[in-house]
């Protein structure tokens, strides 16, 4: 068994991903061009953005995101401690400050009050906060309307990190159209995965697109003509054209990706209560990026041990918040700081999940789950 199967997934689509990677070759187009065009073109029009602009990866997303708003040294980010170190990397990368909120546990992303309160303290202090960065983990949308709502009475950008919650859909919305700046990752284990790397940033702003397409070729705007300091962001083609071959399929997939998800909370709940299955919050849908369940009662390394030895690979989406890795020391936040992100990390274990797994995989997963429980 697979945490995810990507060989079932190509198989299943190869006749339109081998054309599309041919005739890539056969242009020999390699970096941005016309299939890029095209995939940026289909994205924006299914987010119900003026622009999409593709990148290197879902970081370099982040990164050019920050850089286009003109993030300056010493000026402070608010975002979550409970999510990949991308998130907060990119804000460090340019010597800004990340400002961490604890998280709400049911859905794992910054609690809204502690959002107003931290806010209203960085501002007593002087501080110079120029954006929130909330992230909609686990395949959901943050509450990006509240999240708005306090950014626009401060004056804030709003970037969403939607690197695991494309296609998801927030008050009858498309997450990556949710705020000024949206982004998303096509790391080959995403719902829409690339084969390799690759990311794109959505926004309705003509300056922030621009200026993003700049950033991405080294701060070129005419051939050998760089007008700032940039990056080698840019989107492969024959990524470009993976994701584009798969996109033909993709809500296909997220209909497969949420019976499943279905069918393994319907299986915890009858045999084994006491783990707690993800929360879907009102008015949103989700992608289930992960399928993450909370072991509680200190019991989740031994319990992901029993399903090793049983050959059923899991994953810990994530096992040290941000603000505890080394990288972050000199924030000088240990533990206590954020005690709900600091539990959830001791909970969580992500279970086998993609389109394709089959019911009879599903309980074996959940059979061994319930053993382990039992045993640990």
């Known amino acids: 068994m697979k945490f995810v199967d990507l060989g079932r997934q190509y198989q299943r689509y190869k006749e339109k991903i081998d054309p599309a990677i041919q005739e890539v070759i056969n242009g020999s187009q390699f970096i941005l061009g016309k299939t890029v065009e095209e995939l940026e073109t289909a994205l924006a029009a299914y987010v119900g953005t003026d622009y999409a602009v593709g990148v290197g990866s879902g970081t370099d997303g982040l990164l050019l995101a920050l850089m286009a708003m003109h993030l300056k040294p010493g000026e402070e980010v608010i975002t979550t401690p409970f999510t990949f170190i991308a998130t907060a990397e990119v804000i460090a990368l340019l010597k800004a400050r990340p400002v961490f909120v604890d998280i709400?546990?049911?859905?794992?992303?910054?609690?809204?009050?502690?959002l107003q309160d931290t806010l209203a303290t960085r501002q007593k202090a002087g501080a110079k906060v120029r954006a929130i960065l909330p992230v909609s983990l686990y395949g959901q949308c943050a509450d990006m309307d509240e999240i708005n709502e306090i950014a626009a009475e401060a004056g804030l950008v709003v970037i969403e990190d939607a690197c695991q919650s494309f296609g998801a859909r927030y008050k009858g919305r498309m997450s990556c159209g949710l705020s000024d700046i949206g982004i998303?990752?096509?790391?080959p284990s995403k719902p829409l995965g690339a084969y390799g790397d690759g990311g794109m940033v959505f926004t309705d702003s003509p300056e922030t697109a621009e200026r993003i397409r700049c950033l991405r070729v080294h701060g070129q705007k005419a051939r050998y003509r760089h007008e700032e300091i940039g990056i080698n962001g840019r989107l492969d083609a024959i990524q470009a054209a993976?994701?584009?071959a798969k996109f033909?399929?993709?809500e296909e997939e997220l209909r497969a990706r949420q019976e499943v998800a279905c069918h393994y909370t319907e299986l915890i709940g009858r045999i084994i209560p006491e783990i707690q299955p993800p929360m879907t919050m009102p008015e949103r849908t989700n992608v289930y990026a992960q399928y993450t369940v909370r072991i509680p009662g200190g019991l989740r390394d031994q319990v992901a041990s029993f399903l090793k030895r049983e050959g059923i690979p899991t994953a810990i989406h994530y096992p040290v918040p941000i603000h505890m890795q080394?990288?972050?020391?000199?924030?000088?936040?240990?533990?206590?700081s954020f005690p709900e992100a600091e539990k959830a990390a001791g909970e969580v274990l992500s279970l086998p999940m993609h389109a394709f797994i089959t019911s009879e995989e599903q309980e074996i997963v959940v059979n061994a789950l319930s053993r382990a429980i039992k045993e640990t």
């Open 104 to 114: 709400d546990p049911k859905n794992f992303d910054i609690d809204l009050d502690r």
């Open 184 to 187: 998303t990752s096509f790391f």
């Open 242 to 244: 993976v994701v584009l």
């Open 248 to 250: 033909a399929y993709f």
């Open 326 to 336: 080394p990288a972050f020391k000199d924030l000088g936040l240990g533990a206590g």
